[in-house]
C-alpha cells in the first residue's frame, strides 16, 4: 500500500520548519496583562465578546509574566513603575513581544514631567505602537495584526 493510496486525492502539503513555528507563534500568542491608565479600558474592551481577540488565539489576557509571550503596555508608565516593568518583562520567556498602546506609552503623551517615562522604549524594546488617545479597540486590533505579520517573517536562527 503506497503512499498515494492512503492519502487519495488530498495531496502532500509542505511547508518549510520556519514558517510553521512563526505560523504557531502567531495563532498562540499570550499577552500579559499591564494596563496602567484609560488605555486599559479599551484593551479590555478589545478582549469583550464585540471585538473577541479570541479569534487571533488570545484566549485571555495572563497575569503571570511567565505564562506570556506579548507585553501590552497600555498607559502611562511612571519612572515608579519602570523597574517593575523591566523586572516583568525579564520574566517573559523568548521569544517575546512588545505593544505600546496609546500616546502615553508611546510618546508621554500630555504628561511631559519628570515623573513620566516619555516612551516605553527606554524600558523594553517596542515591536509595535498604536496611536491615540486612548486608542479605539480596532487600533489594538490592527497593531496585532501588524505584528503578526512581524512575526511572520521573523527567521529561527535570531533567537538561537
Aim: proline share 6%.
Amino acid at each position: 500500500m503506497g503512499l498515494e493510496q492512503k492519502l487519495g486525492d488530498m495531496g502532500i502539503a509542505t511547508m518549510k520548519l520556519e514558517e510553521a513555528v512563526n505560523w504557531a507563534r502567531t495563532n498562540a500568542m499570550w499577552p500579559m496583562l499591564f494596563g496602567l491608565a484609560c488605555c486599559a479600558i479599551e484593551m479590555m474592551a478589545a478582549q469583550a465578546s464585540h471585538y473577541d481577540l479570541s479569534r487571533f488565539g488570545m484566549e485571555l489576557m495572563r497575569a503571570s509574566p511567565r505564562q506570556s509571550d506579548l507585553m501590552i503596555v497600555a498607559g502611562r508608565v511612571t519612572r515608579k513603575m519602570a523597574p517593575v516593568l523591566r523586572r516583568l518583562y525579564d520574566q517573559m520567556p523568548d521569544p517575546k513581544w512588545v505593544i505600546a498602546m496609546g500616546d502615553c506609552a508611546s510618546t508621554g503623551g500630555v504628561f511631559n514631567n519628570y515623573a513620566v517615562v516619555q516612551g516605553v522604549d527606554e524600558v523594553v524594546p517596542v515591536d509595535v505602537y498604536v496611536a491615540g488617545c486612548p486608542p479605539r479597540p480596532e487600533a489594538l486590533i490592527h497593531g496585532i495584526i501588524t505584528l503578526h505579520e512581524k512575526v511572520k517573517g521573523e527567521k529561527l536562527t535570531k533567537w538561537a
